[in-house]
Every structure is written in structure tokens, then in C-alpha cells.
């Protein structure tokens, strides 16, 4: 199952309320990478590919794929793909996205996306692709997403 993740206000959450993850970045690093990482996201990660899932980025940022991915990787996180701004546009240009949605997970063969946007979750219902809506002071979190998963895989084999 691949699953992607948010970041703005769901794997990075700005509000100093909401916990995050023991920063591992050096003082010097942090003047490159300024995001912090919320808290369970590792532990998530780690649980998913445990499961056999393939972890990706899905974001309506500008940030670059390699800052991601390096990002990431000083956490301790691999993600086997990452769709960012850029190449959502040009997968809407080639015509494999609908026009007008933010996201759209299946051109990528992503079966459940996690965001913290109600807009996205009204897409997914429109389009037909799983969205799982968490919100930044949502604590149980991590108890939500592993559920969708579950009732994903246990549907899936339902239908085969």
C-alpha cells in the first residue's frame, strides 16, 4: 500500500503548541532546514514500512524533492517518492490529473493520502481517492491513520 503525507500543517506543524519531534539537527543545519518535524512522525514511519507500506510526500509546496528527501533522512525517515507543487502542475498539464483539484493522489498510484485540509478530503470524495484528515492539534493522530490503513487492507481483500 503506498501512503502519502502532507506537510504544511501535518508532518510540519509551525504552532508552538504542537509537539515535535527531539530536534537532530545541528545549530548549523538549522539555518538550511528551519522545519521541524511533528512529534510520532518517526515512530509512524517506522510502524508503516513494518506494514509493507511505501511511505511518499504528497505537498502543495515549492520545496524541492532533494530538500525533502535530505530533510527526512536527518530524522531518520526514507520516502520512496515525492510529489511537490511542480510536478502536481505538470501531471495536470499532461492531462493524468483533473484540472482544478489541489491534489490527486491516484497518478501516482497512491491509495491513501494524509492531509490536514478539509478542501482535500472534499476532493477525495469527488475524485474517488482516500483522504485521511488530521489536524495539527489532533493528538491521536497516529491512531487514525493506522486505522484507515487497517480498514483499507481489510476492503481490499474483501473485494478480491
Known sequence: MRVSFDL?????CRDPN??????????LLRFWFRDRLRF????LME?????????????SSTRSPRYIRLWLTLYGIKVEGIVNYQLHERMIETGLSPKGVS????????DLHVDDSEGV???GEKHGFPVV?????????IEVVLERIEQLKISSCKEK
Do not use: M
Open 47 to 59: 510502524k508503516l514500512k513494518e506494514l509493507g507500506c511505501s511511505v511518499w510526500i504528497y505537498t
Open 18 to 27: 504542537v509537539p515535535h519531534e527531539r530536534d537532530l539537527l545541528a545549530w
Open 133 to 141: 484528515q488530521i489536524k495539527p492539534d489532533q493528538l491521536n493522530w
Open 121 to 123: 478530503k472534499l476532493e
Open 8 to 12: 504544511d500543517d501535518t508532518l510540519v
Open 40 to 43: 510520532g512522525s518517526i515512530f
Open 103 to 110: 491534489k490527486y493522489p491516484p497518478a501516482f498510484a497512491i
